[in-house]
């Protein structure tokens, strides 16, 4: 897929002022090389009482990322931070889905892993909460990492 939503980090409500801070915080954002983000596979999982199929994903790789971006938000004076560092990516909604049908999917999915995909650059969302209109606007985009790929995926 051309984009993938990863969330690394919530930065929570914040007065235009700490947002004017951050964002210039986070364009001084800079690591060595490009963050790696291996797909490992799929899995099943319940969230909110649903079933979801996931892409699992190797996590700690993009981890460091997601450290410095809510170290540079403590320096912005972002008052609080958690990480959202997820193990998969939500696929799709599969409660209603006979479990055999499933079981097959995976059974017969399971073998095609994406390959490994430099990632090298973040977005930086506002979000709303409401569950019949959810949005999400896009406040700027930061480059991390030099030899940005514009063909690559993105994070």
Not at 29 to 45: E, I, K, N, Q, Y
Not at 51 to 77: F, P
Request: charged share 20%.
């Amino acid at each position: 897929m051309p984009l993938l939503y990863l969330p690394l980090v919530s930065f929570g409500r914040m007065q235009p002022q700490v947002w004017e801070e951050l964002d210039q915080t986070l364009y001084t954002l800079h690591l060595p090389a490009p963050a790696t983000l291996r797909h490992t596979g799929f899995d099943v999982s319940l969230k909110r009482n649903r079933i979801m199929l996931e892409a699992t994903v190797e996590a700690s790789v993009i981890d460091h990322l997601s450290v410095k971006i809510r170290n540079q938000a403590r320096l912005a004076g972002v008052s609080s931070t958690h990480s959202l560092l997820p193990s998969g990516v939500a696929l799709a909604d599969i409660t209603d889905v006979d479990p055999n049908v499933c079981n097959l999917w995976l059974a017969t999915h399971r073998h095609l892993f994406a390959q490994t995909e430099e990632v090298c650059e973040f977005t930086v969302f506002k979000t709303g909460k409401n569950r019949e209109n959810p949005f999400g606007e896009v406040m700027a985009e930061y480059q991390f990492a030099d030899g940005f790929p514009h063909t690559s995926n993105l994070l």
